[in-house]
Structure formats: C-alpha cells, structure tokens
C-alpha cells in the first residue's frame, strides 16, 4: 500500500500494523484505503473528498503512484466526477498497464453514468474492449465477467440486437464459478443505473 497516510482520512487516528493489515481504521472502520467502490457504499460526499484530497497529496510527490491512482479514480467515479474519473484511471492503465483495475473502472467511468442500453455502440464497443482486457489480465475475479454480461444484456439483448460471444448467460455461468464480491457488483449495478429487482436478480443471484 504505497499511498497510505500515517493518519485516518476520515478521523485523523494513527494507523498501527494491524490496521495497515486489515486495510481499517480500528477507530471510525473506514478503509485505509479504497481498492473498489465497495468501500465508498455508506460514504457522502464529504467523507469522499477526504480520500481524495489525501490521495492529491501522495500524487504530487508520486504522479505514478499505483494505490493513489486508482483510489482517487474510483473516488471520482462515485461522485459522478466522469472526467475526473477517466483522467486518473486513464494515468493508472499508462503508468500499470498490467493492473486490471484499471481497465475494469475506465470501461464503468467510458459510459459516464449513463445505463448500458442507452449510449452509442462505439461507447459499449469501447467499454466491452476495457473489461475484456481486465478479464485477460485477471481470470480468477469473477466482477469482470459479470460487468461485461451486464453490458451486452441491457444494450444488445433489450435493444434487440445480434448478442456478441460468449453470451450473458455463459458469462455469467463462468462468473458464478470465480469469486465475486456481492457487495461490489451490486455497487457497479448502481453506478449503471440497473438497480431494479430484476435486474439485480439476474446478475447477482
């Protein structure tokens, strides 16, 4: 964890070994430091920009800090900050092209809080392409499956399109045998706007 401060973001307590272990502060229990936008699921946005400004401070003297790049990029990202989000994320893949995160966050910020079904075929093309690039680096994280699963359903199959291979179905099916943190996916379905039942239903039972 390179982009760790000494202190609590959130409360200002100093972190001791354990804490830095279990990635939580043994005071106020939020995160050391975010590695996915399940950590930011009960934060507003002040509690938000506390991360943010501690990761600013860590780029200015480590512009290619891995561990800031992509917490202040998912950080954006739940903030609805697009740009801001692309910006960072877009440094991480340049500066850690082998770091699947990076690329997994950029296809989510490429549709810039807009549902699947809803944007142009290039902007799914270009997100499909991202996430299929996280899968590559990382076969054993089952989000990645499940992200371009939800992609392909709500923008080919609800739009009455040719369904690209493999199918949603199929990517599923080989998400369901990998771990997947629930929490997670349920915060990406959110980010898309799919936060009807039936939606999380089909892609997170």
């Not at 506390?50 to 790049?69: M, V, W």
């Not at 549709?111 to 270009?126: A, C, N």
């Not at 929490?183 to 706007?193: F, G």
Request: charged share 25%.
């Amino acid at each position: 964890m390179n982009a760790v401060a000494f202190c609590c973001s959130q409360c200002g307590w100093a972190f001791d070994a354990d804490a830095l272990q279990k990635n939580t502060c043994r005071k106020c229990k939020s995160a050391v430091l975010v590695t996915s936008v399940s950590y930011l699921e009960k934060f507003e946005k002040p509690a938000i920009q506390k991360y943010i400004a501690q990761y600013s401070q860590t780029l200015k003297s480590k512009p290619e800090d891995r561990d800031a790049l992509l917490a202040i990029g998912i950080c954006y990202l739940k903030l609805g900050l697009y740009d801001l989000s692309d910006r960072y994320l877009h440094q991480l893949v340049d500066a850690h092209p082998a770091d699947p995160a990076g690329y997994y966050y950029s296809a989510i910020s490429t549709l810039k809080g807009k549902r699947p079904r809803t944007v142009s075929l290039p902007t799914i093309r270009d997100s499909e392409k991202l996430v299929g690039t996280a899968l590559e680096l990382d076969t054993a994280n089952g989000r990645y499956e499940i992200l371009l699963a939800v992609l392909r359903y709500d923008y080919y199959v609800l739009n009455g399109m040719r369904v690209p291979e493999p199918t949603p179905q199929e990517l599923l099916n080989s998400a369901n045998t990998k771990h997947v943190d629930r929490l997670e996916a349920e915060q990406i379905l959110a980010l898309l706007k799919l936060t009807d039942e039936q939606m999380m239903n089909r892609f997170l039972s």
